[in-house]
């Protein structure tokens, strides 16, 4: 299984779902790739931004080594599913969908919390905002870790 998260900058949350389900697949011994990615070009190549670092960190999760990339049509073919942080992402990685297998790979990760909501932008608000997205995306990979047993 093939896992692929996406978010606009993919420096805040996509990295941090992205970091969180590695973690536990690979505590678990589970055989699953985990990757993420940012529908904008604006950060490639760059680490996480140092506050979802730090957020991760005090939780007990890495997620320093990850390096911002653009999501791009390929990716349908790399990965199994797609979860979007929210509607905004949804609209631009489906505009790039071939066809409906394409399109049926990608949901709203917090569907998977039996929610249609959105994993908040934390990148202009305080601290507060990017515990409430680790919170969330803590829940959501724990429903990704059930789904792969
Ligand atoms: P992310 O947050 O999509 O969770 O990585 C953002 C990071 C950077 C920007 C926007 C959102 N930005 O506009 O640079």
Do not use: W
Not at 16 to 24: H, M, P, S
Request: overall charge negative.
């Amino acid at each position: 299984m093939k896992i692929l998260f996406v978010c606009l900058g993919n420096i805040c949350r996509s990295p941090l779902a992205d970091g969180i389900l590695r973690k536990k697949v690979t505590e678990s011994g589970l055989d699953a790739e985990v990757d993420s990615a940012g529908t904008a070009g604006y950060h490639i190549g760059e680490a996480p931004d140092p506050r979802m670092i730090q957020t991760a960190k005090n939780r007990g999760t890495d997620i320093s080594f990850l390096r911002a990339r653009q999501f791009s049509q390929g990716d349908f073919d790399a990965f199994d599913r797609i979860y979007v942080m929210d509607h905004s992402n949804y609209g631009n990685v489906v505009r790039l969908a071939r066809n409906q297998a394409d399109e049926q790979k990608v949901s709203l990760v917090l569907e998977l919390l039996g929610t249609d909501s959105e994993v908040p932008d934390p990148y202009y608000g305080g601290q507060s905002g990017f515990d409430h997205v680790y919170d969330l995306l803590d829940e959501a990979t724990d429903k990704i870790m059930e789904s792969l047993h």
